[in-house]
Each structure stands twice: as structure tokens, then as C-alpha cells.
């Protein structure tokens, strides 16, 4: 099976633009969830979607959104970029039988210079 | 949800063993251990799942008391690319809030 691809890797972009991310889980996998991760932290949770649905939602603004298609790829939008959002966003999915023993396979990751 | 503490970052050299240890004192009943290694710029990759006793597979091996409030990740002959980071992980916590800064590993020559 093909692993989960983001698109794109790299992306720079200035202060107060938007941005959107995509991501492709594997197939068959209908959890999506988005990660921010910046030098010096660990992953911080974004969001998951499971089902097209926002299931679960960490301590981002709301300039933070993102969507689930039918067909389980997922999209993140960033608006009014602000020079903190520079980080690596990671996208993982997971096929989700049991919740408590839920694996997450992760793509690359795009990498979000904002200047 | 579990709360998991772990070594901010180890040494070892090549050829040893390594074991890095995470201690998880209200794990739930339900909750399975996973574990993650994540290199510079790219994505974690999972290790190792396990609920009790021990898990082994090709790349490690995951030791887990009867009490279950700690888990040992043991990774045989480090070599110098398993240097990495490495994260553990409890119940739903691999989908919420923060995973931590996890224990950054470095094996040296």
C-alpha cells in the first residue's frame, strides 16, 4: 500500500497570506489527524477527522481549519499567517478498529516558512 | 488520559543496547503502549504496540511490568542510524493535545 503523502513538502509564504495543505491517507484509512510541530516542542495536536467529521479539535485558533472529503483525503487551511505558523505540519492516518490500540501511520510533512 | 514522562535525551554507543523508559501512572484499563521514532524533518514512524508483559518484533522489543504504570522500549546493538527521537505514547494520547518532547536518543561511534 502506498504510505500517506502531503502535498506540498515545502511551502513559503508571507505574513497575513493563507495557506492550505493536503493530505492523502492510505488507503482505506478513514482517520485523519493534522500536527504542528516547531523546533524545541513535540507534536501538538491540531485536529481529527474521521467520516468527512471533526471528531476532535486541540488549542489552536481558529485561523486553524481544515476538512475531510468522501474519499477520506484531508485539507488544512491556515489564514492570516503570522510568523509563529513557520513549523513542519504532519498528517497521519490510522484505520481505527480500537481506539486504545489506534497505530498512526504519518506522511512527510509539508514544511510552512512564514516570512 | 494518561500522562507519560519520559528522559529528555540519552547516549549510547554503537553496537549496545538501549533501553529508554516511560512512566505512565494512571494508564486505563483499556489503554495499549505505543511507541514512535521520528528522525530530523520527517514524520514519526511506529515501533512497537503492546498491552502486557512483553512484545517483540523486528526492530525492538517492549517490556511492560504486571502493574503496567511504566514501559521499557529496548532496542538491541544501536546502530548509528537508530539515532532519533523517540516517543511513547498511551491510550487515545497519540491523537490529543501535545505528545511531549520525547527522548532524543544519540548513538555515537
Known sequence: KAGVTQTPRYLIKTRGQQVTLSCSPISGHRSVSWYQQTPGQGLQFLFEYFSETQRNKGNFPGRFSGRQFSNSR????VSTLELGDSALYLCASSFETVK????????PGTRLTVL | LA??????????????????TCSHNNIATNDYITWYQQFPSQGPRFIIQGYKTKVTNEVASL???????????????????????????????????????????????
Open chain 2, 3 to 20: 500522562k507519560t514522562t519520559q528522559p529528555i535525551s540519552m547516549d549510547s554507543y554503537e553496537g549496545q543496547e538501549v533501553n529508554i
Open chain 2, 63 to 109: 517490556f511492560i511490568p504486571a502493574d503496567r504504570k511504566s514501559s521499557t522500549l529496548s532496542l538491541p546493538r544501536v546502530s548509528l542510524s537508530d539515532t532519533a527521537v523517540y516517543y511513547c505514547l498511551v491510550g487515545e494520547g497519540n491523537r490529543k493535545l501535545i505528545w511531549g518532547l520525547g527522548t532524543s536518543l544519540a548513538v555515537n561511534p
Open chain 1, 100 to 107: 486504545n490500540r489506534d497505530t498512526q501511520y504519518f506522511g
Open chain 1, 74 to 77: 484531508s485539507e488544512m487551511n
